[in-house]
C-alpha cells in the first residue's frame, strides 16, 4: 500500500471521494505508518455501495496510486425517505453570544426563503453549559418553523474527540401529538465548537422534522 505521508495528500484524497456521486462526506483515518487505515463515507442510498466502493477504490489508484483493500472502506447510506424535504432544510445565518459576569446568552438565527427567525438561550458560563445553551437557542428559534402540535426538546449535548478529530453530537427529543421520537445529529468541530453545536442540532432536526418554512 502507498503511503500517505502529509496532510495535504490526506485531503486531497477525501475532496476526490466527495467528487464522487451520491457521497455526502467523508472521514478518512491513518494508521500508524501513515497508511490508509479506514474510510468512513456518508453516502445517500440511489447506488449501491459496493458499486461505491469499488468507485473509490478506482478513483485512488488512477489519481493518487493508491492500492486499497475494499475492507478499509465502510459505507453508511442515508434512505432519502428519512431525510427532510429537499430544498426545504434549516439553515443558520447567525451566532452570537453576550457576556454579563457568570452569565452567557447564545443567540442562533435561522433563515429561510421566507422568513427569518432568533433563538436565545441564557445560562451559566460554564464550558459544558455554553454546548448547552447554544443547542437550546437553536431549538427555539427552529420552533418558529414547526408545524402545530409539534415540538422539539434537547436531551443532551457533548463533546467528543475521535483520533485526531473533535465533534459535537447533540440528541433531541421531538415531539408530535401522542408520539415521540429521538434525534441524533452530529458536526465536526472545523473552527469553533459553538458552530459546531448548532450544525449537529440542524444535523438533527434536517432528518426528521417537517417544517413550514
Keep these: 500500500m502507498a503511503d500517505v505521508p502529509k496532510e495535504i495528500r490526506l485531503s486531497d484524497c477525501e475532496n476526490l471521494i ?3 456521486r451520491d457521497v455526502i462526506s467523508v472521514n478518512i483515518v491513518l494508521g500508524a505508518n501513515k497508511d490508509i487505515d479506514e474510510i468512513h463515507v456518508l453516502a445517500e442510498d440511489t447506488r449501491n455501495a459496493k458499486q461505491l466502493v469499488r ?3 478506482t478513483l485512488l489508484r488512477v489519481e493518487q496510486g493508491i492500492a486499497l483493500d475494499h475492507k478499509k472502506i465502510s459505507i453508511v447510506q442515508l434512505n432519502k425517505e428519512h431525510t427532510f424535504f429537499q430544498g426545504k432544510r434549516f439553515k443558520f445565518s447567525a451566532i452570537q453570544y453576550s457576556l454579563q459576569g457568570t452569565k452567557i446568552e447564545a443567540m442562533v438565527e435561522l433563515t429561510s426563503a421566507k422568513r427569518t427567525c432568533q433563538g436565545r438561550s441564557c445560562g451559566v458560563n460554564s464550558s459544558s453549559n455554553r454546548l448547552r445553551l447554544f443547542a437550546e437557542a437553536t431549538i427555539q428559534a427552529a420552533s418558529e418553523f414547526l408545524e402545530a402540535g409539534s415540538a422539539v426538546f434537547l436531551e443532551d449535548v457533548a463533546l467528543y474527540h475521535l483520533g485526531r478529530r473533535s465533534l459535537i453530537a447533540a440528541t433531541l427529543l421531538y ?4 408520539s415521540e421520537e429521538c434525534l441524533v445529529g452530529a458536526a465536526l468541530v472545523k473552527q469553533d465548537e459553538k458552530e459546531a453545536v448548532v450544525r449537529a442540532t440542524l444535523a438533527a ?7 413550514a418554512i
Excluded: C, F
Aim: a positive charge.
Design 205 to 211: 432536526l434536517n432528518r426528521r422534522v417537517s417544517a
Design 18 to 20: 466527495k467528487q464522487i
Design 55 to 57: 468507485d473509490i477504490e
Design 175 to 178: 415531539t408530535q401529538g401522542p
